[in-house]
């Protein structure tokens, strides 16, 4: 009988976003009842719980084959180049661009905005972000700039040989970066990606440390474009949704909703933790532990950045600084497993929130990728007793 009227409310749900125009907006991981991990979230639930960090996005949706956009993510408002925070990127399947990796890992500094856009325009991008460190006051007499920006290739809904994102859009991005609640789903940088085969885009979690192990907070932000046999919090949505990797060879159906795993995925990791490049390195890595969960595959056209920072103003290095010891005192490495915990389990939300966020949308020569559907999701969650109809907010 419970089953039964869980699968009679989600019907119910689904039939009220159809008709009520108010009520268009999709829910988020935990609005259905997926709440994966131990750990409680922040009071946003996204990666600008950590203080300080600031999230801004462009989104270009042109004619019929322009989908595409910018992400940028800021983690302070001062001057990056002057006051560099600690940073580490983990590689877990190196197939994609990432500029600005090699100096980030031999001096454990980021002193850029981290940009992530479509993989064509990853050094358009870079040149953008040159230009807005360069016109930063106090950098007049600079005359080397690192930019981060990551990508991942939104290729199949956007025209993206047609490289249409411009240094104004990625200045727009980084001056209307704010705190606060973060858009999700297809915009910005995610406006043309897709998961799993369904459309995904940019998601967003976060998770706070009880007080009495630091009471620290971590964020994650992602620009989601994988596949795998998606499962969502332990659920196997794909198989039972019947869409997943290999499924048109175990069935005998080559080629009939058969997904390509190839892709990409950027996960951003920021916490206010004391920590510096070496104990960031280490957490970057239970990022990919996070991606695992959900189901990613992982594959050998796929990739698999995290970049991770933190915030903590007693560890950032201040450029040209007279002092020659560096200050602040460093959270001990035997002390980062409940760091390691909240990155997992925030970025395995924030995937979860990239797809349930985004709509559906067509692009390039027709080609078109619905959203994840809800009304079927809840049914299956409904089977595994784990899901259940979101409040429709006015």
Do not use: C
């Not at 031999?106 to 050094?123: D, R």
């Not at 930063?136 to 991942?152: A, K």
């Not at 189901?295 to 290095?317: L, N, Q």
């Amino acid at each position: 009988m419970q089953m039964m009227a869980r699968v009679v409310s989600s019907v119910l749900f689904v039939n009220m976003l159809m008709v009520n125009p108010l009520a268009q907006s999709r829910p988020r991981a935990r609005d259905i009842g997926l709440a994966p991990g131990v750990l409680p979230v922040g009071p946003l639930n996204a990666i600008t719980d950590v203080s300080g960090v600031t999230v801004g996005h462009v989104s270009l949706v042109e004619g019929d084959a322009i989908r595409t956009g910018v992400t940028a993510v800021l983690p302070h408002g001062g001057n990056l180049f002057q006051e560099k925070v600690p940073a580490a990127i983990h590689l877990g399947n190196a197939f994609g661009k990432l500029v600005g990796y090699s100096q980030v890992n031999e001096l454990g500094v980021l002193e850029s905005p981290i940009i992530l856009t479509n993989t064509l325009s990853v050094w358009d991008a870079a040149n953008a972000v040159v230009t807005y460190l360069m016109n930063l006051p106090g950098n007049d007499q600079v005359r080397s700039f690192n930019p981060v920006v990551g990508e991942t290739n939104d290729g199949g809904l956007n025209d993206v040989r047609g490289r249409h994102v411009r240094e104004a859009h990625v200045l727009e991005a980084i001056e209307n970066a704010t705190g606060g609640a973060v858009e999700e789903g297809a915009v910005g940088a995610g406006t043309g990606t897709s998961a799993f085969g369904w459309k995904a885009g940019i998601g967003t979690a976060s998770r706070r440390i009880p007080d009495a192990l630091g009471g620290f907070t971590v964020g994650v932000l992602v620009q989601a474009n994988y596949g795998g046999v998606l499962q969502m919090d332990g659920i196997p949505v794909g198989q039972e949704l019947d869409q997943y990797y290999l499924r048109g060879y175990l069935e005998n159906e080559i080629g009939v909703a058969e997904e390509n795993p190839d892709g990409s995925i950027v996960m951003v990791v920021a916490t206010d933790a004391p920590l510096r490049a070496e104990g960031l390195r280490r957490v970057s890595r239970r990022a990919m532990l996070g991606l695992s969960r959900t189901g990613a595959t992982s594959s050998h056209g796929s990739g698999d950045y995290v970049i991770a920072f933190s915030t903590a103003g007693s560890v950032r290095s201040v450029y040209q600084s007279q002092v020659d010891l560096e200050p602040g005192r460093v959270l001990r490495m035997d002390r980062l497993s409940p760091i390691f915990q909240a990155t997992i389990e925030a970025t395995e939300e924030a995937i979860y929130n990239s797809l349930l966020q985004a709509v559906s949308i067509e692009g390039r020569d027709g080609n078109r990728r619905e959203a994840i559907p809800l009304e079927q999701l809840l049914e299956v969650g409904s089977k595994y007793n784990r899901l259940h109809p979101p409040q429709v907010r006015p």
